[in-house]
């Protein structure tokens, strides 16, 4: 990963992600320690081979937290070890996401809550516990995802969690305003993780999608590190309750 801009109120900042250790999130976890912050992350899967990669690279580990964002309690005490070893929160990401493929027909009630539980509740109560921790202001980032306002069919309760994700980040901006926290939404177009090129990416899909982008470039999970960061940092010091599309032109706002 090449570092293209600096953020120096960032270093030493104590960040949390959600998911920091695989797809979007390991770029992430990278593109924070490059510019000096102290990052915990959470993950369902082992992430030690991502954690020592990581000190070789920047001379420091990140904090791994083994867990599962939908068992509430597991993810709060894990911000609790987070907040522990680096000092308050300052930032959280809220990254971690499941977009897997569903048609309305074949929902169970018992799969609406799992997803919903990942995708939305989990984004929640990771909000209200950095919230307790921030003592001197913070910066939240939701990510959200423009398969929502592009109204994309084939995942219906995914989409419905990222516009709730939306209006959860306008509500609480305007909370938690007065205590010096900005919370903003950040929705990319298609990522091409590892993931979406294994379970969901077609040429046919590829080329149809880059035909409704603007720049004719295809986003890989970097493209998200300078959004983020930005958004994380004071460069966005007055930016609170918006949602930041970065998807090459597909959607537009205002």
Known sequence: MAVSTTFPDLEGKSVYITGGGSGIGAVLTDGFMAQGAKVAF???SDASSFVAEMDAKHGVS???????????????????????????IDILVNNAANDQRH???EVTEEFWDWMQS??????????????????????IVNFSSISYIMGNAGYPIYTAA????????????????PRGIRVNALAPGWVLTQKQLDM???PEGLASHLERQCLKEHLAP?????????????????????????????????
């Open 103 to 105: 048609s309305l027909d």
């Open 62 to 88: 990140p904090i791994f937290i083994q867990g599962d964002i939908s068992d509430i309690p597991s993810l709060q005490a894990s911000m609790k070890v987070a907040a522990s070893a680096h000092g308050c």
């Open 200 to 202: 969901w990416a077609s």
């Open 42 to 44: 959470i993950g369902r």
């Open 162 to 177: 990222n516009a709730g994700i939306t209006g959860m980040t306008r509500s609480l901006a305007r909370e938690l305003g």
């Open 118 to 139: 990942v995708n939305l509740k989990a984004y929640f109560f990771a909000c209200q516990e950095a919230a307790r921790h921030m003592s001197n202001g913070g910066s």
């Open 222 to 254: 970097s493209d998200m590190i300078d959004p983020t960061l930005f958004l994380a940092s004071q460069a966005s010091k007055m930016m609170t309750g918006q949602c930041m599309a970065v998807d090459g032109g597909v959607v537009v706002s205002g």
